[in-house]
């Protein structure tokens, strides 16, 4: 039960996700071809290979080679503009990436998966907070991939007894210790107001302020990785009971403006802001009913003040390794 594959563990949320799998008594194997992961932010306890979903050989060998209880998948691509200019790309990595890997899976007999999906899955919200319940209408083709694997795990576990749960993630924030958020190209607000506040770009763009919201900037639901993490293992233990989505936020929304100003005062300096206009296909709300994660998985929420979010992010960036 305890010999699980992380593949894309070597990303952001996969490799604090393997961090605390291992820190509570889990074997981690972490697959991940690299191409947006770190080496640097695996565990040194995992061990890793260097492999890509496209590759079924390389898929086979590590199922046949390593004893694998279950799956924690993160590895996708996941640029939303890139996903419109690009779709290919996108439909080719992440879906037919993860029926390679559903159907090496079930070659071996292993029938656990945990999934990283997304509220972007959603589309527009038709109402906040968005639950489970809430219409899927994904409006790029970065959700589209998340929802179809959804729908296939539905039909794979009717079929052949999969046992899933996709974790529909709202917006990751934070650091665990020496892991934390590090993209090429950078193109998240957290990441961007810190490079700001510190002088390495010459400000933050903020997308948007006549948003039909109290500070007229967007508002989104930022939840750290540690309690992502946590998630994942409760997830993971409780398949077998539960097939199905699970939201992970804390039901809490910040806007931008809010993230500035909390980026500040842990910073004590001032972020040089720049208004720009809004991007595509941002909703102005998105922010997480969580009940079903708290009474399914007893899900507890240790970060729920955005500070002390920002604070983990803040002590990362000042001494990032990657
Ligand atoms: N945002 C912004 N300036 C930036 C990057 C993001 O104003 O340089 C805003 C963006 O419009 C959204 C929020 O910050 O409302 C969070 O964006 P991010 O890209 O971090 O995550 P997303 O919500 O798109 O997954």
Not at 27 to 51: P, S
Not at 69 to 75: K, M, P, S, T
Not at 127 to 156: C, V, W
Not at 266 to 275: A, D, F, L, R
Request: hydrophobic share 35%.
């Amino acid at each position: 039960m305890k010999n699980i594959l992380i593949f894309g563990g070597a990303g952001y949320i996969g490799s604090c996700a393997t961090k605390h799998f291992l820190d509570n008594g889990y074997n981690c194997i972490v697959a991940d071809n690299l191409i947006y992961g770190h080496k640097e932010a695996v565990d040194m306890r995992a061990k890793f290979i260097h492999a890509d979903l496209l590759d079924l050989n390389s898929l086979k060998d590590i199922f046949k080679n390593n004893k694998i209880d279950g799956v924690v998948h993160f590895a996708a691509f996941a640029y939303v503009g890139e996903s419109v200019a690009n779709p290919q790309k996108y439909y080719q990595n992440n879906v037919v990436g993860t029926i390679n890997l559903l159907n090496t899976m079930l070659d071996f007999d292993v029938k656990k998966i945990i999934f990283s999906s997304t509220c972007a899955t959603y589309g527009e919200p038709q109402y906040t907070p968005i639950n489970e319940q809430h219409p899927q209408n994904p409006i790029n083709a970065y959700g589209r991939t998340k929802l179809m694997i959804e729908q296939i795990f539905s039909d794979y576990e009717k079929a052949y007894g999969l046992q899933h749960i996709s974790l529909r993630y709202f917006n990751a924030a934070g650091a665990m210790g020496n892991i934390g958020e590090s993209h090429e190209p950078e193109t998240h607000l957290i990441p961007l107001v810190l490079k700001a506040i510190k002088g390495d770009i010459e400000y933050i763009s903020i997308f948007g302020n006549d948003y039909d919201t109290p500070d007229r900037t967007c508002i989104r639901d930022y939840i750290h990785i540690e309690d992502l993490a946590n998630a994942h293992r409760l997830a993971y233990e409780k398949l077998g009971d539960y097939n199905g989505c699970i939201n992970l936020g804390t039901g809490i929304g910040t806007s931008v403006k809010e993230i500035i100003k909390a980026a500040e005062l842990v910073s004590g300096k001032k972020c040089p802001i720049k208004y720009a206009p809004r991007r595509a296909g941002d909703p102005a709300r998105l922010f997480a009913d969580n009940q079903k994660a708290k009474k399914i998985l007893g899900w507890e929420i240790k970060y729920s003040d955005i500070k002390d979010i920002l604070q983990t992010a803040w002590e990362w960036e000042n001494n990032r390794r990657y």
